[in-house]
Nanobody, 124 residues
Framework: QVQLEESGGGLVQAGGSLRLSCSAS????????MGWFRQAPGKEREFVGV???????YYSDSVKGRFTCSRDNAKNAVYLQMNSLKPEDTAVYYC??????????????????WGQGTQVTVSS
């Protein structure tokens, strides 16, 4: 059974940093894109960033310049470094694996497998 598990969430003050990790088990994801999404209460799931198998990364405008995706294929893991956090970054963060076309990287339904999520809370 292929599974993803996020970790690293928590409570941080505005301007602080957190590093989320997503570990994959049950298969290798080196040939797949690993995406990060978030969902705040009462809002739809929102694209944050993605790192494709090539290593290319793409980000939403709201996090560009502050968040960085990276991956370690040897460890079957992907990371989201979040700097200069803002209260509006508060959400449950999810990692997901898929192989979306470039035009669809921001669409949640194009990702096949999801983790359970980790809460990030940024206080003002």
């Amino acid at each position: 059974q292929v599974q993803l598990e996020e970790s690293g969430g928590g409570l941080v003050q505005a301007g602080g940093s957190l590093r989320l990790s997503c570990s994959a088990s049950g298969g290798s994801f080196r040939n797949y894109a690993m995406g990060w999404f978030r969902q705040a209460p009462g809002k739809e799931r929102e694209f944050v960033g993605v790192i494709r198998s090539s290593g290319h990364t793409y980000y939403s405008d709201s996090v560009k310049g502050r968040f960085t995706c990276s991956r370690d294929n040897a460890k079957n893991a992907v990371y989201l470094q979040m700097n200069s956090l803002k209260p509006e970054d508060t959400a449950v963060y999810y990692c997901a694996v898929g192989n979306p076309a470039l035009s669809a990287i921001m669409t949640p339904t194009t990702y096949r497998i999801w983790g359970q999520g980790t809460q990030v809370t940024v206080s003002s």
